[in-house]
C-alpha cells in the first residue's frame, strides 16, 4: 500500500475557486463549482496519475453543505478537462432523499468525452431505511479497477466492505485517480476533510 502526493486543481473554472491543504492527519479539500454532472464538471481535484489496475480507499471524515447535492468522493479521470469521461462514487453530506436514491452515496460516470452523465442508484424500490447511509466520520469509500471493470464499495468502519455497484467502461489506461470536491452552488464553497488515499494494486 501507499499513499501518493495528491496535486489539487479546479476543474472547469468555478467561480469560486478552491484548494487542497495537508493537515496533520490527511487533506482538507475547499471546493466551489456547479455541479459534477451533466456534460461538464465545476469541482476541485486532488489527483495522482495512475497506470493500470488498481485498489484506491479514503476515509471522509466531513462534508459541508451549500446544497442538497454538495458531493464529494473517489473519482478517475481520462483527462484533467472539464468535459472528461470519468467515474466516482460520492457522498453527499447528509441521508435525506435525492431523485431515486434515500442514501448518502451515488455512482456515477461520464462514458465519452463531452457527453452526458449517468448514475447508479440502490436498487428500487427504495426501503424506509437507505442501505447506504452516511455517518460522518465513518464514511469509507474504495474504487477498484480491472481493466474496464469497476468495482465501487463502501465500509462504515474501514473493515468490512458491501459492494455499492460494479460498472463496465472504457477509460485509458494512463488516467488521473484523486479525491473531487464540488460545492454544487457558484457561489458558495464546501469543505470535505479525508485520511490520505492508500492506494495498492488489485488482489
Given at each position: 500500500?501507499?499513499?501518493?502526493?495528491?496535486?489539487?486543481?479546479?476543474?472547469?473554472?468555478?467561480?469560486?475557486?478552491?484548494?487542497?491543504?495537508?493537515?496533520?492527519?490527511?487533506?482538507?479539500?475547499?471546493?466551489?463549482?456547479?455541479?459534477?454532472?451533466?456534460?461538464?464538471?465545476?469541482?476541485?481535484?486532488?489527483?495522482?496519475?495512475?497506470?493500470?489496475?488498481?485498489?484506491?480507499?479514503?476515509?471522509i471524515h466531513?462534508?459541508?453543505?451549500?446544497d442538497?447535492?454538495?458531493?464529494?468522493?473517489?473519482?478517475?479521470?481520462?483527462?484533467l478537462?472539464?468535459?472528461?469521461?470519468?467515474?466516482?462514487?460520492?457522498?453527499?453530506?447528509d441521508?435525506?432523499?435525492?431523485?431515486?436514491?434515500?442514501?448518502?452515496l451515488?455512482?456515477?460516470?461520464?462514458?465519452?468525452?463531452?457527453?452526458?452523465?449517468?448514475?447508479?442508484?440502490?436498487?428500487?424500490?427504495?426501503?424506509?431505511?437507505?442501505?447506504?447511509?452516511?455517518?460522518?466520520?465513518?464514511?469509507?469509500?474504495?474504487?477498484?479497477?480491472?481493466?474496464?471493470?469497476?468495482?465501487?464499495?463502501?465500509?462504515?468502519?474501514?473493515?468490512?466492505?458491501?459492494?455499492?455497484?460494479?460498472?463496465q467502461?472504457?477509460?485509458?489506461?494512463?488516467?488521473?485517480?484523486?479525491?473531487?470536491?464540488?460545492?454544487?452552488h457558484?457561489?458558495?464553497?464546501?469543505?470535505a476533510?479525508?485520511?490520505?488515499?492508500?492506494?495498492?494494486?488489485?488482489?
Amino acid at each position: 500500500m501507499r499513499q501518493p502526493l495528491l496535486h489539487g486543481i479546479d476543474l472547469g473554472s468555478p467561480l469560486r475557486g478552491g484548494r487542497t491543504t495537508r493537515t496533520a492527519t490527511g487533506l482538507e479539500l475547499e471546493a466551489g463549482g456547479a455541479d459534477i454532472w451533466g456534460h461538464r464538471d465545476e469541482c476541485h481535484f486532488a489527483f495522482t496519475p495512475v497506470d493500470g489496475n488498481f485498489e484506491a480507499s479514503v476515509r471522509i471524515h466531513a462534508l459541508s453543505m451549500a446544497d442538497v447535492y454538495t458531493k464529494a468522493g473517489l473519482m478517475l479521470r481520462a483527462s484533467l478537462a472539464e468535459g472528461s469521461a470519468h467515474v466516482m462514487l460520492l457522498s453527499f453530506g447528509d441521508n435525506q432523499p435525492r431523485n431515486r436514491n434515500n442514501g448518502g452515496l451515488e455512482f456515477q460516470s461520464r462514458a465519452e468525452t463531452d457527453g452526458p452523465c449517468a448514475g447508479i442508484y440502490p436498487p428500487q424500490p427504495l426501503p424506509p431505511q437507505p442501505d447506504f447511509p452516511v455517518h460522518f466520520p465513518h464514511v469509507w469509500l474504495k474504487l477498484v479497477r480491472a481493466g474496464a471493470t469497476f468495482t465501487a464499495l463502501a465500509s462504515s468502519d474501514g473493515r468490512a466492505w458491501r459492494t455499492f455497484c460494479v460498472h463496465q467502461q472504457e477509460l485509458p489506461t494512463q488516467a488521473y485517480l484523486g479525491l473531487a470536491v464540488t460545492s454544487h452552488h457558484p457561489e458558495q464553497t464546501v469543505r470535505a476533510t479525508f485520511d490520505p488515499l492508500t492506494l495498492a494494486d488489485p488482489t
